[in-house]
């Protein structure tokens, strides 16, 4: 039996200013990720923050969470059959100067922090994740 699985994946403002949403979207599509649901907003500095908790403390905690409030991003919730692992693998690696070839960063990340694209990376920071950004009767399906 299948098990469909849920992840949050975030188009950060670095993608959005060079007009990829539209690529990156038909990624998800032609590689089986169902969009559940999506919205484009702007965070504030301090909801950066809450979203990014877990790197509090890191040297580059100040410049991403600046970085992530810096513009519009669209969020997505994606369900697929091993969700979480198969779309870090179509993210590529965090540092585009080790992401693979056809990856969505090895196209659209300009360096380490203005990596184009997040997502999850585990089953409870995907729960986390999605319910930071969306409401249960939006994820209602
Ligand atoms: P994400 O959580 O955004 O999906 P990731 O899981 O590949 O990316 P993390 O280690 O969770 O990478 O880092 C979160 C984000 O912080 C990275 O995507 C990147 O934007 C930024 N970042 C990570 N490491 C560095 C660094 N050394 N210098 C600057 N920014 C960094
Ligand atoms: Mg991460």
Known sequence: ??????????????AVRRNAIGDIIEQFEKNGFCILAMKMLQISKHQAEQ????HAG???????????????????ALERE??????????????????EEGTIRKKWATNIEHNAIHGSDAEETARFELSFFFAGYELAK
Do not use: C, E, H, W
């Open 1 to 14: 039996m299948k098990t469909l699985q849920r992840t949050l994946t975030i188009i950060k403002p670095d």
């Open 51 to 54: 979203f990014y908790a877990v």
């Open 58 to 76: 890191r040297p580059f905690f100040t410049s991403l969470t600046d970085f992530m409030s810096s513009g519009a991003i669209v969020v997505l």
């Open 82 to 99: 091993n969700a979480i692992a198969d779309l870090r693998k179509l993210m590529g690696a965090t540092n585009p100067a080790n992401a």
